[in-house]
């Protein structure tokens, strides 16, 4: 589902502020009724919320090309969310690293 949600965004989603982004996971519902796509804007090219509003303005044209493209009888609904992952993975590294290093200076 993840690569055929990246397809068809990248292919098929004509809004300009959506532009190019990675789908970096796709999380089912345990009754597939619900699919959560995370994103993050490739390069920083678009704001992030104006990328999340042109997706969530094509989620009902996407669950309609998903279900066709993988044969489902019922696809699920599509959630977009920013994936802050690396942001987060940042932010902790540098805490780690700047607590590393005032504790060499302590010594």
Do not use: S, W
Not at 7 to 12: I, P, Q, S
Not at 27 to 49: E, I, S
Not at 78 to 85: A, G, I, P, S, V
């Amino acid at each position: 589902m993840q690569r055929v949600v990246a397809g068809l965004v990248a292919r098929e989603v004509k809004d300009p502020r959506v532009g190019h982004i990675t789908v970096t996971a796709v999380r089912l519902a345990a009754d597939l009724g619900v699919a959560c796509v995370y994103f993050v804007p490739f390069a920083g090219t678009h704001d992030p919320q104006e990328v999340l509003q042109g997706l969530t303005r094509a989620r009902g044209f996407l669950r309609g090309q998903v279900g066709r493209e993988l044969g489902l009888r019922h696809a699920p609904q599509l959630e977009f969310k920013l994936d802050d992952t690396v942001e987060r993975a940042a932010r902790l590294t540098g805490l780690i690293e700047r607590a590393r290093t005032e504790d060499e200076a302590k010594r």
